[in-house]
């Protein structure tokens, strides 16, 4: 017998990975796991936390005794715009295995087409041995980062040390060691300075449709590789894809290396795919690990049954 409250599970990830964990996950704490079909029409009624990924969209109706809910990702836009929520705090994952994986992103992309990856990959599946002459260095290269968010300060401290120059913007102005940082209002001057551009923004009613051609063209273009780059990890619908595809052909844009898009997955037939300036990554950035999920999970049901403030908790008014 335990006197732990129940915690729901639904989370639309990779089942092997959800299973392998469950297993050491909430010690003593009754799980009602809604990928096993034996759990699809039971009582939900005694859950008192939920964690979910895109969840079954009748969750919140059957589950009434919520406390808090869980999302299993940073991003919270896959609850938030889809379900009629009940009024309980919405805690977002934040963990050290995800801001590695989404600085090594950034930093790999930035990287990628700093050092002509593209260009290379090109002349060895031809059999061609020549050296790109003209070879900037990173500290040429201005690096703005849109989102100064706990993954957006994490990346442009580690581009920071491989040798870029960042600069980042975020709604509210910050104060990053060795980071030129702009507010809002400052927008033009951040992108009039910069080359690589990298989206680390979540998707709210401000952000949604953000990159389009009038952003990619206030971007530098005299810098050291030929054109402004765009990077996106953030969320797909913050992109305009026609103007990207657009910008991307006409020289407004030189590449990009993509990670998320409006429809997911992306369809065979999006010209995206296709196109040689550009890196299609399938939302792989920064993907939750399931351990450390549930150990974040059961650390702030720990605080929250202690009496102490549970953190990560969205401000549902601005939508992250
Ligand atoms: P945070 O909430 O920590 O940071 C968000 C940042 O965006 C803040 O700096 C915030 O400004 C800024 N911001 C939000 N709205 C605006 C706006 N309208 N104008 C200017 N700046 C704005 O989020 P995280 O850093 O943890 O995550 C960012 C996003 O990354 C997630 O929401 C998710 O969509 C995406 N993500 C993608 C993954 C992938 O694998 N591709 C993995 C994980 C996350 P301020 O600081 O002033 O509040
Ligand atoms: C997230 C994601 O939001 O993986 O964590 O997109």
């Given at each position: 017998m335990t006197d732990k409250s129940p915690i729901l599970i639904d989370l639309r990830f990779d089942r092997d990975s959800v299973l392998r964990a469950l297993p050491e996950a909430f010690p003593g704490r009754p799980v009602i796991d809604m990928g096993d079909p034996e759990n699809r029409d039971r009582d939900l009624s005694q859950a008192a936390y939920a964690v979910v990924w895109k969840p079954d969209p009748d969750l919140f109706r059957r589950a009434t005794g919520l406390k808090a809910i869980f999302s299993?990702?940073?991003?919270?836009d896959h609850i938030l715009s889809n379900y009629d929520l009940p009024d309980l705090p919405i805690v977002r994952f934040v963990d050290r295995s995800l801001t590695d994986r989404m600085s090594e992103w950034v930093v790999w992309q930035c990287l990628h087409h700093l050092r002509n990856g593209s260009s290379y990959a090109e002349q060895q599946r031809s059999r061609i041995w020549r050296e790109i002459a003209e070879q900037p260095e990173a500290r040429d290269v201005t690096v703005g980062i849109m989102g100064l968010g706990v993954l957006g300060a994490d990346a442009a401290a580690k581009l920071k040390v491989m040798g870029f120059s960042v600069i980042g913007w975020s709604r509210s102005k910050k104060d990053l060691a060795g980071v030129e940082t702009f507010d809002s209002a400052g927008l033009d001057e951040f992108l009039r300075r910069t080359d690589i551009l990298v989206g680390l923004l979540p998707l709210t009613d401000d952000t949604r449709g953000i990159y389009d051609w009038t952003l990619f063209s206030r971007?530098?273009?005299?810098?050291?590789?030929g054109g402004p780059i765009f990077l996106n990890a953030g969320r797909g619908g913050s992109q305009n894809e026609v103007d990207l595809a657009a910008c991307l052909r006409d020289g407004t844009l030189k590449a990009a290396s993509l990670d998320v898009f409006v429809t997911e997955p992306l369809d065979p037939n999006n010209p995206l795919w296709a196109m040689p300036n550009v890196v299609v990554t399938p939302h792989a950035a920064a993907s939750s690990d399931v351990r450390a999920l549930f150990r974040h999970v059961e650390e702030q049901v720990t605080r929250l049954e202690t009496g102490k403030p549970l953190q990560f908790v969205v401000d549902r008014t601005s939508g992250y």
């Amino acid at each position: 017998m335990t006197d732990k409250s129940p915690i729901l599970i639904d989370l639309r990830f990779d089942r092997d990975s959800v299973l392998r964990a469950l297993p050491e996950a909430f010690p003593g704490r009754p799980v009602i796991d809604m990928g096993d079909p034996e759990n699809r029409d039971r009582d939900l009624s005694q859950a008192a936390y939920a964690v979910v990924w895109k969840p079954d969209p009748d969750l919140f109706r059957r589950a009434t005794g919520l406390k808090a809910i869980f999302s299993g990702g940073a991003g919270v836009d896959h609850i938030l715009s889809n379900y009629d929520l009940p009024d309980l705090p919405i805690v977002r994952f934040v963990d050290r295995s995800l801001t590695d994986r989404m600085s090594e992103w950034v930093v790999w992309q930035c990287l990628h087409h700093l050092r002509n990856g593209s260009s290379y990959a090109e002349q060895q599946r031809s059999r061609i041995w020549r050296e790109i002459a003209e070879q900037p260095e990173a500290r040429d290269v201005t690096v703005g980062i849109m989102g100064l968010g706990v993954l957006g300060a994490d990346a442009a401290a580690k581009l920071k040390v491989m040798g870029f120059s960042v600069i980042g913007w975020s709604r509210s102005k910050k104060d990053l060691a060795g980071v030129e940082t702009f507010d809002s209002a400052g927008l033009d001057e951040f992108l009039r300075r910069t080359d690589i551009l990298v989206g680390l923004l979540p998707l709210t009613d401000d952000t949604r449709g953000i990159y389009d051609w009038t952003l990619f063209s206030r971007l530098s273009r005299g810098g050291p590789l030929g054109g402004p780059i765009f990077l996106n990890a953030g969320r797909g619908g913050s992109q305009n894809e026609v103007d990207l595809a657009a910008c991307l052909r006409d020289g407004t844009l030189k590449a990009a290396s993509l990670d998320v898009f409006v429809t997911e997955p992306l369809d065979p037939n999006n010209p995206l795919w296709a196109m040689p300036n550009v890196v299609v990554t399938p939302h792989a950035a920064a993907s939750s690990d399931v351990r450390a999920l549930f150990r974040h999970v059961e650390e702030q049901v720990t605080r929250l049954e202690t009496g102490k403030p549970l953190q990560f908790v969205v401000d549902r008014t601005s939508g992250y």
